[in-house]
């Protein structure tokens, strides 16, 4: 599968966006297949923060755990996962733009196990599209917040 990469341009703030991807609360508000979130850390915000994020995909739920490995107020935020014999490494950058940002994310899957090196390339067009619902879900809640 490699690297996937979706970005939007959002009528809304960039410390708007970025409070929305980079925390797992308002990012949960914002993506209505998120049904469950546990923090495993003391922190809840910025690096070292860890939580189980549980998603519906279909009529299954998925759990994954997550750790904040890069933390830059209000532009970048790193969100790195080790699931399924494959690390999954998504950054998303937000910039101001002339109405408003542009959210990018990019999303790196680097299968370590012979069950992902085979799974995980068969698997892009359903992450891809997944990814594009989020980032659509995201962009409909900022800008709804921004009005």
Do not use: Q
């Not at 546990?38 to 189980?52: K, M, N, P, Q, W």
């Not at 699931?83 to 999303?107: K, S």
């Not at 879900?137 to 009005?147: G, L, N, S």
């Amino acid at each position: 599968m490699g690297e996937t990469r979706v970005s939007r341009s959002i009528a809304a703030p960039v410390h708007t966006v970025f409070e929305v991807v980079a925390h797992i609360d308002r990012f949960r508000e914002a993506i209505p297949h998120i049904v469950d979130v546990a923090y495993l850390s003391d922190e809840t915000r910025g690096v070292g923060t860890r939580f189980r994020e549980t998603r519906l995909m279909g009529k299954r739920r998925a759990t994954t755990e997550l750790e904040c490995t890069e933390y830059e107020p209000p532009n970048r935020v790193r969100m790195v996962s080790d699931a399924g014999g494959a690390v999954w490494d998504t950054v998303f950058t937000v910039t101001e733009e002339d109405e408003g940002c542009r959210l990018e994310m990019v999303m790196d899957a680097r299968p370590h196990s012979l069950f992902a090196k085979i799974t995980v390339p068969l698997f892009g067009r359903m992450v891809t599209k997944a990814v594009e619902a989020d980032m659509d879900a995201v962009k409909a809640h900022c800008e709804a917040a921004a009005d």
